[in-house]
T-cell receptor
């Protein structure tokens, strides 16, 4: 079974530029998550999708971050404009969704963003 | 507000020894407690998880001990190996987002 795919793996941009990350979850997984992992810390949820609907985006900085999951499969996370403090690894995770299957989350390799 | 507190921040264990990492939580609505292992440049990988209806779960060399009344849980790695050197994260969930601890960097020396 293929895992969660993410691209690009690395991205370096200057502050105030924009950037987009892509995620393809495990086939059949209805729930998709984007987490931000700052160096030396645990991942922190940015947004959770159930199919193509948003379940929780309370910690997403909506003035600069946006995310979509068209057709309920792959997802894109965008930052515009980027700030220095956005330097982090952006992790995508997926789970079966619904009932107890929602609990086991599987992570992709992440995209390491450096904002200079 | 850190919902899950993890200690120690770093740990050095000799090969063959026991590694113990502890976590505490506040939210009694949490009903799923996983541990993730993360190697440099990789995403977190699910290692083992427990629900509050059991006090212990063992999978190979990895054991979770859970104390519901104290709202604490811990990971024990028996017969630790150099290949276990990684960062370990505890987490807690009520079926939605995972709330992670800050992580423990484990180094197993030969």
């Amino acid at each position: 079974e293929a895992g969660v795919a993410q691209s690009p793996r690395y991205k370096i941009i200057e502050k105030r530029q924009s950037v987009a990350f892509w995620c393809n979850p495990i086939s059949g997984h209805a729930t998709l998550y984007w987490y931000q992992q700052i160096l030396g810390q645990g991942p922190k949820l940015l947004i959770q999708f159930q199919n193509n609907g948003v379940v929780d985006d309370s910690q997403l900085p909506k003035d600069r971050f946006s995310a979509e999951r068209l057709k309920g499969v792959d997802s894109t996370l965008k930052i515009q404009p980027a700030k220095l403090e956005d330097s982090a690894v952006y992790l995508c995770a997926s789970s079966l969704g619904g009932g107890r299957g929602a609990y086991e989350q599987y992570f992709g390799p992440g995209t390491r963003l450096t904002v200079t | 507000q850190q919902q899950v507190k993890q200690s120690p921040q770093s740990l050095i264990v000799q090969k063959g020894g026991i590694s113990i990492i502890n976590c505490a939580y506040e939210n009694t609505a949490f009903d799923y407690f996983p541990w993730y292992q993360q190697f440099p440049g990789k995403g977190p990988a699910l290692l083992i998880a427990i629900r509050p209806d059991v006090s212990e779960k063992k999978e190979g060399r990895f054991t979770i001990s859970f104390n519901k009344s104290a709202k604490q849980f811990s990971l024990h790695i028996m017969d630790s190996q150099p290949g276990d050197s990684a960062t370990y994260f505890c987490a807690a969930s009520n079926g939605y987002a995972l709330n992670f601890g800050k992580g423990t960097s484990l180094l197993v020396t030969p």
